[in-house]
């Protein structure tokens, strides 16, 4: 297989981003299909702190443009300060989830 069909991707915290996606399987596994967003998030949360992983719920994230405030958004996690974690349910990631997330992290840059 030549190299240029391959793509590396690194992770910034790998453990940590390992961690969350094992939760977030063990979460799926045991609730299965259909829930709210609400009880994944409730879910997850106590697995987190199972696991005494430091996290914030609903981080409240203002907009400003030109030093004044036009809105703002929540993120359903803050992990250890570095991750977020947006919880969403569906069977496919769609651009706007996507665009969504990107949006956060240019606020945390």
């Known amino acids: 297989m030549k190299s240029d069909n391959k ?7 790998p453990q940590l981003s390992y961690k969350i996606v094992g ?7 045991e609730l ?17 702190r199972e696991n005494k992983i430091e996290f914030k719920e609903q981080v409240y994230a203002p ?6 405030r036009i809105g703002g958004y929540y993120l359903d996690f803050l992990i250890d300060n570095k991750l977020i974690l947006e919880i969403k349910k569906g069977d496919r990631f769609l651009k706007t989830n996507i665009e969504q997330v990107y949006s956060y992290l240019k606020k945390f840059n």
């Not at 009880?39 to 987190?48: D, G, N």
């Not at 907009?63 to 004044?68: I, V, Y």
């Open 7 to 13: 793509r590396i991707i690194q992770l910034v915290y």
């Open 23 to 29: 939760i977030l399987f063990t979460v799926f596994n």
């Open 32 to 48: 299965g299909y259909g829930y709210q967003e609400k009880y994944y998030q409730k879910a997850v949360a106590k697995i987190l």
């Open 63 to 68: 907009l400003e443009f030109k030093g004044e």
